[in-house]
């Protein structure tokens, strides 16, 4: 007969050190991400405790609230698209059958490349003279030339048009197995009560696609909070701050100007917002429509 | 739903153009001698076929040292995610302990805290550690991760017990049916983790650009952010992006799959 511990061997062996790793490079950073904030804690130097003094500044720094705006702006200039976009996507692969895999690749490739090549691209194709490529192409049809990234009212949409064609891909994925888990029937009852295309999909494609829209809308806002690649790569946050979003400043803060107590309550206000909508997405997707 | 064909594959064709057209002027623009422009079609069309942008990034940049530390940080949490991930996938689907689900539960909660909570407290602990500039704090809190682990018991705990079972009356212990039994039948799998583990790790552009402040130990994000605010040569810009491009697009082709699922299920970017 095998004792107690040679039965379960491997768990011992394997699951002890992955739960130390996990308690020095999980746990313990999240509790003392905390402690920070209520430290100033410059990196060089002693870290004094402060008490609430950074949340009390954080509630007066126009520049944070700036920050969190532009990500707000941000998010609603990047969320429908993406979602609309990448649902356009999927309907044309799924109704494509035959070379669908090679649209969806192409589709998918921005998703798998970094954000440092396409924001080296775009950096060239958005340049705000005669010389960038999208200018160039205003310049033939006689349109004016646009200043692009150097305009704090463009630089933004320029921003939300890198993502979007960054990540539609992934969202075109997710309603691609939506639209596949759709039984044939809904579509054959539809085509025999005589029902066109455009009240097919309004009628039965898009309502039976509700819980993809409630998790594809979630993710796709999560990710839009912690946007900084392309703020950091292509604007550098300007200009003036029009495109410094909540991840950018915390970097600014901890960073650049070394105020690492500061820049943890930045973080721990960007964990309340994905916490929120993390909730809201628990909340809906608990209403899991069913086809049957 | 089955649109006519034809008009169909039309618009496919221009929609796949419009993805297609930055990935070309970077290809284009990397064998061309060309300056500043590209916006006049004309300064395309003269502009001579060269190679020497390919020349200039690996003599002119540690553009060769940028390589190798992104293959260093990738490729040992590619491998060690893909090992602790099945090992971890096998004991959360198949084995029974005090606090099985507590504990796994728990570590998919605290997983799904946003990583910039983590960037701060792991500097000073790492700048403590004297792990800055090293491989060290790339590497390190990659070695395995609970959405791996999760893909991986969500697969096994589809496979029926039998398996096990027969093994067991057959003698063999836990390892043996690890290794001989659950690791074969989840290939597909943990292809998905490494190569998920993959593009995340050569991609990831955040954490290397706090971690690494020497030249020498940027991987290849980094090295060639600080390449394109520096050289404004259109040419050289691209022939950087195509080579750290490179990479990620055989990956990509060979594993396309995979990577598909991997974005499904974790509900990543």
Redesign the interface.
């Known amino acids: 007969m095998k004792t107690e511990f040679n039965k379960n061997a491997i768990v011992y062996v394997f699951l002890i050190p992955i739960l130390i790793h996990f308690f020095i490079f999980q746990l313990f950073p999240i509790g003392f991400s905390l402690v920070l904030t209520f430290m100033d804690w410059p990196v060089i130097g002693t870290p004094t405790f402060v008490g609430l003094e950074n949340w009390k500044q954080f509630f007066q720094d126009k520049l944070a609230w700036k920050a969190i705006w532009v990500t707000i702006k941000f998010s609603v200039m990047y969320i429908l698209p993406t979602m609309a976009l990448g649902l356009v996507l999927a309907l044309l692969i799924d109704s494509g059958r035959k070379a669908s895999g090679i649209f969806k690749g192409i589709f998918f490739l921005p998703v798998v490349t970094s954000f440092v090549v396409i924001s080296g691209i775009w950096a060239w194709l958005f340049k705000g003279t005669k010389e960038g490529f999208i200018n160039g192409m205003f310049a033939l049809i006689g349109l004016e030339p646009q200043l692009f990234l150097a305009s704090s009212k463009q630089a933004l949409w320029v921003l939300a048009a890198l993502s979007i064609f960054k990540v539609c891909g992934s969202t075109m994925i997710y309603y691609f197995a939506g639209l596949q888990s759709i039984p044939g029937e809904y579509y054959e009852a539809a085509r025999i009560d005589g029902a066109n295309k455009w009240k097919t999909f309004w009628k039965i494609t898009f309502p039976l696609l509700l819980p993809i829209h409630f998790y594809v809308g979630i993710i796709t806002t999560i990710g839009s909070f912690q946007i900084f690649d392309s703020a950091y790569l292509l604007t550098g946050g300007g200009p003036n701050y029009a495109t410094t979003t909540i991840v950018y400043y915390l970097y600014q803060e901890g960073f650049n100007s070394l105020r690492l107590g500061y820049a943890s309550v930045l973080a721990y206000i960007l964990f309340f917002i994905v916490f929120g909508l993390s909730l809201l997405q628990r909340k809906y997707l608990s209403k899991d429509v069913s086809y049957k | 739903?089955?649109?006519r064909?034809w008009p169909?594959?039309l618009?496919?064709t221009a929609?796949?153009l419009m993805?297609?057209i930055?990935?070309v002027?970077?290809l284009l623009?990397s064998f061309q001698n060309i300056e500043?422009?590209?916006?006049?079609?004309s300064e395309w069309l003269d502009a001579e076929f060269t190679v020497q942008n390919f020349i200039y990034i690996f003599t002119n940049n540690d553009f060769a040292r940028w390589i190798f530390n992104s293959i260093i940080i990738t490729i040992v949490p590619v491998f060690s995610q893909m090992f602790?991930c099945a090992?971890?996938g096998?004991?959360f689907a198949k084995?029974?302990?005090p606090f099985k689900n507590v504990?796994f539960w728990g570590?998919m909660a605290?997983?799904?805290?946003?990583?910039?909570?983590?960037?701060?407290?792991?500097?000073?602990?790492f700048?403590e550690f004297q792990w800055i500039n090293t491989y060290l704090p790339l590497i390190?809190?990659e070695?395995?991760g609970i959405m791996g682990v999760f893909f991986v018991r969500q697969y096994m705990m589809t496979l029926p017990k039998d398996l096990e079972e027969a093994a067991y009356i057959d003698g063999a212990?836990?390892?043996t049916i690890?290794w001989r039994i659950m690791l074969p039948l989840c290939k597909p799998v943990i292809a998905t983790v490494g190569t998920f583990s993959f593009?995340t790790n050569?991609?990831d552009?955040?954490t290397p650009?706090?971690f690494m402040t020497e030249s020498k130990m940027y991987p290849i994000?980094?090295g060639?952010?600080s390449m394109?605010s520096r050289e404004g040569h259109?040419g050289i810009?691209?022939a950087?992006?195509v080579v750290?491009?490179i990479p990620?697009?055989l990956?990509?082709l060979f594993f396309?799959r995979y990577?598909?699922k991997g974005?499904?299920l974790t509900?990543?970017?």
């Open positions: 739903m089955a649109i064909s169909l594959y618009f496919l929609l796949s993805f297609l930055p990935f002027i970077m623009g500043q422009a590209i916006g006049s079609p602790f090992v971890l096998y004991i084995k029974e302990f504990i570590m605290v997983v799904m805290m946003p990583g910039q909570l983590l960037i701060i407290p792991r500097y000073i602990m700048s390190v809190p070695i395995w212990n836990d390892f690890f593009i050569w991609n552009f955040f650009l706090i994000t980094v060639l952010a394109l259109f810009e691209m950087g992006a750290s491009f990620t697009f990956i990509f396309q990577f598909v974005i499904a509900g990543m970017k």
